[in-house]
């Protein structure tokens, strides 16, 4: 029967994780894949995930299944993380998933199931399976213009002109701060426009939160999506707690609906369903690690620390990068680095540009230019700005 199975594309980030593997070259460095580095290029355990961990062992009593939607202390300390009262709880309907990619998933099989007709607009520039899930769900998608690739900021006035063309029912994927690949993210005063447009146009905006606290800090990360949901009465969004708990392995999302109170029981039952189609039961380590460290006074000092350190070496990193290739370049093109936020940045370099950095330096990253700041450290900062401005003379 599978003799015409069609071969699947194969993702270009996990082509790019094997050619980075299969490379024997000494000193190559990685800034594809999207994880958290420290200095000596280890993706760390947190120790206050170590320390929940610990106590989860030890008062856990049971491997029984949970709820289809998954632990309720999971949900409700991250319906606070996420949206800090911004709308009362009866109107937050959320289930947990396995990741925040499943997340995605989830909220667009229910975009389907609710209006199969609507377009799921999306940024030009955009984590690479956003699309690829968006498809799967069956449904439309239409580009909006989101990088000015002069200034490496927003292309504000493209943005707002494509927006206004989506229609009643139409569906606008934001990235709630981080922009992924781009590192531009909407101001306060944008956001507050954006909400006022997709209010006017009849718009629903599915919010995207992977890097909460990689930016400004927590609840500044937050902004715009608690903007949103205190303005309009549906906000979608999917969360990961990849990033900012380190807790890659356990694939610890949330899948979430802030709808008007009458509507909260429907929502919360047909994401349990869609939980029960997809995958049954959601995991529950990770989220109960989660849980532990956010109702645990002390544990979320240490976690805050830990994050907060993590969110400045990634911004030091942004500094010494945009220095080391003004000096190497002589020019300042390379200075919106240090504007843009989270882990990644798209840099102005051809695919050709990027292809010669792989071959003649060891130097990985997506053909578009996306790189991974937080896997330089101080020794590759310099190699990096060397290359990059060999390869673009």
């Known amino acids: 029967m599978f003799e015409t199975l069609p071969k699947p594309k194969l993702d270009g980030i996990i082509a790019l994780m094997q050619a980075f593997?299969?490379?024997?070259?000494?000193?190559?460095?990685?800034?594809?894949?999207?994880?958290?580095?420290?200095?000596?290029?280890?993706?760390?355990?947190?120790?206050?995930?170590?320390?929940?961990?610990?106590?989860?062992?030890?008062?856990?009593?049971?491997?029984?299944?949970?709820?289809?939607?998954?632990?309720?202390?999971?949900?409700?300390?991250?319906?606070?993380?996420?949206?800090?009262?911004?709308?009362?709880?009866?109107?937050?309907?959320?289930?947990?998933?396995?990741?925040?990619?499943?997340?995605?998933?989830?909220?667009?099989?229910?975009?389907?199931?609710?209006?199969?007709?609507?377009?799921?607009?999306?940024?030009?520039?955009?984590?690479?399976?956003?699309?690829?899930?968006?498809?799967?769900?069956?449904?439309?998608?239409?580009?909006?213009?989101?990088?000015?690739?002069?200034?490496?900021?927003?292309?504000?006035?493209?943005?707002?002109?494509d927006l206004e063309q989506v229609a009643a029912g139409d569906v606008v994927l934001l990235h709630g701060c981080c922009h992924n690949p781009t590192g531009v993210d909407p101001s306060a005063q944008d956001w507050a426009e954006i909400a006022a447009l997709l209010e006017r146009r009849g718009a629903v905006p599915f919010v995207d939160m992977a890097y909460q606290g990689f930016g400004e800090g927590l609840d500044a990360d937050a902004g715009g999506l608690r903007h949103l949901s205190a303005r309009l009465p549906e906000v979608l969004v999917a969360a990961s707690c990849s990033k900012n708990f380190g807790l890659y392995r356990e694939r610890v999302g949330l899948a979430m609906a802030v709808v008007p109170e009458a509507l909260k029981a429907n929502l919360a039952a047909a994401l349990a369903g869609l939980n029960r189609q997809f995958f049954a039961f959601p995991p529950d380590h990770g989220g109960r690690v989660v849980s532990t460290i956010l109702g645990d006074t002390d544990l979320r000092r240490l976690w805050q620390d830990e994050l907060e350190t993590m969110r400045a070496r990634v911004a030091q990193n942004r500094q010494a990068l945009a220095q080391a290739l003004q000096a190497e370049t002589?020019?300042?093109?390379?200075?919106?680095?240090?504007?843009?936020?989270?882990?990644?940045?798209?840099?102005?370099?051809?695919?050709?540009?990027?292809?010669?950095?792989?071959?003649?330096?060891?130097?990985?990253?997506?053909?578009?230019?996306?790189?991974?700041?937080?896997?330089?450290?101080?020794?590759?900062?310099?190699?990096?700005?060397?290359?990059?401005?060999?390869?673009?003379?």
């Open 21 to 161: 593997a299969d490379d024997p070259r000494m000193g190559k460095i990685d800034l594809g894949v999207g994880v958290y580095r420290d200095e000596a290029g280890r993706t760390p355990v947190l120790e206050a995930v170590k320390a929940a961990e610990r106590r989860c062992v030890e008062t856990q009593e049971s491997k029984s299944y949970l709820a289809l939607a998954g632990d309720q202390a999971f949900l409700d300390v991250m319906e606070t993380l996420l949206l800090g009262g911004a709308v009362p709880s009866a109107r937050v309907a959320a289930v947990g998933t396995p990741g925040g990619t499943s997340a995605v998933r989830q909220i667009c099989e229910l975009i389907r199931s609710a209006r199969p007709e609507a377009v799921v607009w999306i940024s030009a520039q955009t984590w690479p399976n956003h699309a690829p899930l968006i498809a799967a769900a069956g449904l439309k998608m239409q580009p909006y213009r989101y990088l000015d690739r002069d200034s490496g900021g927003l292309d504000h006035l493209g943005m707002f002109a």
């Open 330 to 393: 002589g020019s300042d093109r390379f200075d919106c680095i240090t504007t843009q936020r989270g882990m990644f940045s798209l840099l102005p370099l051809s695919p050709e540009q990027v292809a010669r950095l792989r071959a003649e330096h060891g130097i990985y990253m997506l053909g578009d230019g996306r790189a991974n700041l937080a896997g330089l450290n101080d020794f590759s900062i310099p190699v990096c700005a060397q290359a990059i401005a060999q390869v673009m003379r």
